[in-house]
Every structure is written in structure tokens, then in C-alpha cells.
């Protein structure tokens, strides 16, 4: 991969702690969240899908008709942990809907062909 976002030091160590079953801290969740999210917005450039982890970020993302206004009709959310299990490929996309633990309202909002974007 071309991005340093993939080796932040901030997603190698949350993905650490979360591997040892230890809540990584709020600023290494945050700051690997940014980093993944920075990573997606790369792979999959444009603005038809928004990709919500509150309270951290936000992006819009792969390509297709444009949002502007209002409530986008393409719309990926999921909490900081549970993204980073997914965006690493420890949790898979279609488990996580599945479960519940992402929530993706719209005809765009499948992702998972841009995922794992880290190893």
C-alpha cells in the first residue's frame, strides 16, 4: 500500500491492545481511526457513501452521484472498536452487518470490497 496510514503507530497499537482484549486508549483509538478512515478515503475516492465512526470521524467516500445535502441515502456506521476489527479483517463486513455492529442503510454502503485495509 502506498499510504503511511496503514502503518500508523496508532492503528499497530490499537490493534495491539485489542488483540491482548485491552481497551486501547481514547487518543490511539482516535488517532487509528483517522488513520483507517484517511486509508478508505484512498482506496475508494468520492463521495457517494458517507463512513460515520462517532465520535471520531467522518468521510465520504467511493465513487458515484454526489451528497450535498440533508441526510445522505448511503450511510456506514459502526463504533471505534468495531471498526477497527473490521477495517484490520479480524471482524468480517458481512459479520458485522449481520450482528448488527455496523449499520449500512443504502444501495452504495457495501464496503467490503476496499477492506481489510491493514494486515
Not at 488483540?19 to 478512515?37: F, K, N, T, Y
Not at 475516492?45 to 440533508?70: K, N
Request: proline letters at 8%; aromatic letters at 4%.
Amino acid at each position: 500500500m502506498s499510504s503511511p496510514n496503514h502503518n500508523s503507530e496508532a492503528v499497530a497499537e490499537a490493534l495491539d491492545a485489542l488483540d491482548r482484549g485491552v481497551e486501547p486508549s481514547r487518543l490511539i483509538l482516535r488517532d487509528a481511526v483517522r488513520a483507517l478512515l484517511t486509508e478508505l478515503s484512498h482506496r475508494a475516492p468520492g463521495r457517494s457513501v458517507e463512513v460515520r465512526i462517532p465520535p471520531f470521524g467522518a468521510i465520504q467516500c467511493v465513487a458515484g452521484p454526489r451528497h450535498t445535502r440533508g441526510t445522505p441515502p448511503n450511510v456506514v456506521e459502526t463504533d471505534p472498536t468495531t471498526w477497527l476489527l473490521v477495517a484490520s479483517g479480524r471482524l468480517a463486513w458481512s459479520d458485522a452487518v449481520h450482528d448488527g455492529r455496523v449499520r449500512a442503510s443504502g444501495i452504495r454502503t457495501d464496503i467490503s470490497e476496499f477492506l481489510p485495509l491493514v494486515e
